[in-house]
C-alpha cells in the first residue's frame, strides 16, 4: 500500500474553545477522524491519533515492539510509577515474568472468598447510610484498603492506608495538565508538579519500610511483597525495583478500580431501567447479604453492565506510544520518534463498530451480542503484550464491592447537571458527586 500523509486537526484550537471542559475537544477530535489516522496540530506538538480497530491492533500486538511506553504521559508519570511493569524494554519484561504468575485465573479466584469478607468488614465501616457522601472518597476507601490488604500483607497500618489513598490520587492527577502540555520541559514548573513530588515523598515514606520490614522478617507469606522480596532477591538496587513494582501494581489495581466504580452511581441514576435489572437480579441472587464467592457466576447481568460502563468510561481513556523505527499505520507513513496516541475512550465509541455507541446498553456484551466483534473495538485494560494484569481482579472486586452495597441499599444521587469526565491521566468523574445511600426496605 502506497504511503500518504495524515489529514492534521486542529486540537490545539479545540482545546482553547473547550477550556473548561477539555476532553469534549478529545471527543471532538475523534469524532472528526472517524476511525482515519489523523495528526493532532498542539502547536509544537503534533501526536498522531490511531483509533481504528486494524490501527491499534497494528500499535499494540503486530508490531508493538516498535511502540514503546515513552514521551507523552509516561514521562511526567515516571517518578511515581518507576521502571518496572508499567515501564517498557528489559524492565517491564523483568516484572512482567515475576508479576504474571500473581495474576492467573487461578490464582486471583483463590482470593475471592478473602476479598469478600475484606469488602464486607469495609462497607460495614465506611458506608454511612442516609446522609450524603462524598462518592469518589467511599469509592476509594473502599478500593485502597480492599487492595491494601489484599497484596501488601496485614501488617501495614491503617494510618498508612490513610496516607496512602489521597497521595496516590494526587499522584494521578497532579500533572493532568503536562497531558496536553507534553512539550513543555520538566524543568519549567506547572501547576501540580509540587503536589506530584510531595505525593511521592508519602508514598515512598510508607512502600520502603514495607519493604525492609518483608526482607527482615525473613519468612515467606503469600503477600505482593513477600513475593516480590523473593524474586528480587541478590539483584542490584533491589529495593528500588521492588518499590516500583509495589507502587505500579497498588496504583493500577486501586486507580482503576476507584475511576470506574465511582461512574456506577451516576449511570444507575440515569438510566432507571437498566437499574432496576440490575436491583432485581441482586435481590434475586444475593439477597439480603452479604456477598460470597457463591454469588458471582449468578450476577451475569451486573457483569454486563460493569463491561458496557468500562466501554463508555474507560479509566485508562488514553495510551500514548513512542515510535522507535519509522513505520507505516493503514498507508500513513510514520517517521521515527513520533508519538501516536490511542484512546479507547474514542475507539469505543465508534459507529462503525458500536451500533448507538453513546448510548449506554449492557445488552450489547451478552454472549450472543458480541460474537464477530473485532478484537480492538474493545480495549479498555489496553491489549497485547502490555495488556493489564488485573482485569479479572477488577470484575471480582467490582461485583462484589457494588453487589456489596446494592444487596442493602438504594443510592440517590444529589446532583445539578450531567455528571462528565474530566480530564486526568485517567478519565474521572464530575469532582465533588455526592449521593445518598438508603437501606432496602424487605418486608
Not at 173 to 188: G, K, Q, W
Not at 224 to 245: H, N, T
Not at 311 to 339: N, Q
Request: with cysteine; glycine share 6%; proline share 9%.
Amino acid at each position: 500500500m502506497p504511503t500518504r500523509h495524515a489529514q492534521t486537526l486542529p486540537l490545539l484550537r479545540l482545546l482553547t474553545r473547550n477550556a473548561r471542559d477539555p476532553l469534549r475537544a478529545v471527543e471532538e477530535a475523534g469524532r472528526r477522524a472517524n476511525g482515519e489516522l489523523v495528526r493532532l496540530n498542539m502547536g509544537p506538538f503534533r501526536p498522531y491519533l490511531v483509533t481504528h480497530p486494524d490501527h491499534v491492533q497494528h500499535v499494540l500486538k503486530t508490531n508493538q515492539s516498535n511502540y514503546l511506553r515513552t514521551g507523552m504521559f509516561w514521562d511526567p508519570l515516571a517518578p511515581l510509577i518507576g521502571q518496572g511493569i508499567l515501564s517498557d524494554g528489559p524492565g517491564w519484561k523483568a516484572s512482567r515474568s515475576i508479576l504474571q504468575p500473581m495474576f492467573t485465573a487461578r490464582y486471583v479466584d483463590s482470593l475471592a472468598q478473602r476479598m469478600a469478607a475484606i469488602v464486607t468488614d469495609l462497607i460495614d465501616s465506611v458506608v454511612a447510610p442516609g446522609r450524603p457522601i462524598d462518592i469518589a472518597d467511599t469509592v476509594s476507601a473502599l478500593i485502597h484498603p480492599a487492595i491494601v490488604r489484599l497484596f501488601l500483607g496485614s501488617t501495614i497500618s491503617d494510618a498508612d492506608i490513610e496516607r496512602l489513598a489521597p497521595a496516590y490520587d494526587t499522584g494521578v492527577t497532579a500533572r493532568a495538565i503536562r497531558l496536553l502540555l507534553p512539550f513543555v520541559p520538566e524543568r519549567f514548573p506547572l501547576p501540580g508538579d509540587r503536589a506530584f513530588r510531595e505525593a511521592i515523598r508519602t508514598i515512598d515514606d510508607v512502600v520502603y519500610p514495607r519493604i525492609r520490614y518483608a526482607k527482615a522478617r525473613g519468612e515467606h507469606e503469600n503477600d505482593l511483597v513477600s513475593l516480590l522480596c523473593e524474586a528480587r532477591k541478590g539483584e542490584p538496587d533491589m529495593d528500588r525495583l521492588i518499590r516500583d513494582d509495589m507502587v505500579a501494581v497498588h496504583g493500577a489495581a486501586t486507580e482503576t478500580s476507584v475511576t470506574a466504580l465511582t461512574w456506577v452511581w451516576p449511570v444507575l441514576d440515569a438510566h432507571p431501567e437498566i437499574a432496576a435489572n440490575v436491583y432485581e437480579e441482586i435481590d434475586r441472587v444475593v439477597g439480603p447479604g452479604p456477598v460470597t464467592l457463591a454469588h458471582l457466576p449468578g450476577l451475569t447481568y451486573l457483569r454486563m453492565f460493569l463491561d458496557e460502563l468500562v466501554r463508555l468510561y474507560p479509566p485508562g481513556w488514553i495510551l500514548p506510544r513512542t515510535a522507535i523505527h519509522a513505520d507505516s499505520i493503514g498507508g500513513v507513513e510514520i517517521s521515527a520518534g513520533s508519538t501516536v496516541v490511542l484512546s479507547p475512550f474514542l475507539t469505543q465509541r465508534l459507529p462503525e463498530f458500536w451500533e448507538r455507541p453513546l448510548e449506554f446498553d449492557p445488552g450489547r456484551f451478552a454472549p450472543e451480542n458480541a460474537r464477530g466483534r473485532h478484537r480492538y473495538a474493545y480495549f479498555p485494560f489496553s491489549a497485547g503484550p502490555h495488556s493489564c494484569l488485573g482485569p479479572r481482579l477488577f470484575t471480582m472486586e467490582a461485583l462484589l464491592l457494588v453487589a456489596g452495597i446494592l444487596c442493602r441499599y438504594r443510592p440517590v444521587l444529589h446532583t445539578d447537571g450531567p455528571v462528565v469526565p474530566r480530564l486526568a491521566s485517567t478519565l474521572r468523574a464530575t469532582a465533588g458527586l455526592s449521593m445518598t445511600l438508603v437501606p432496602v426496605g424487605r418486608g
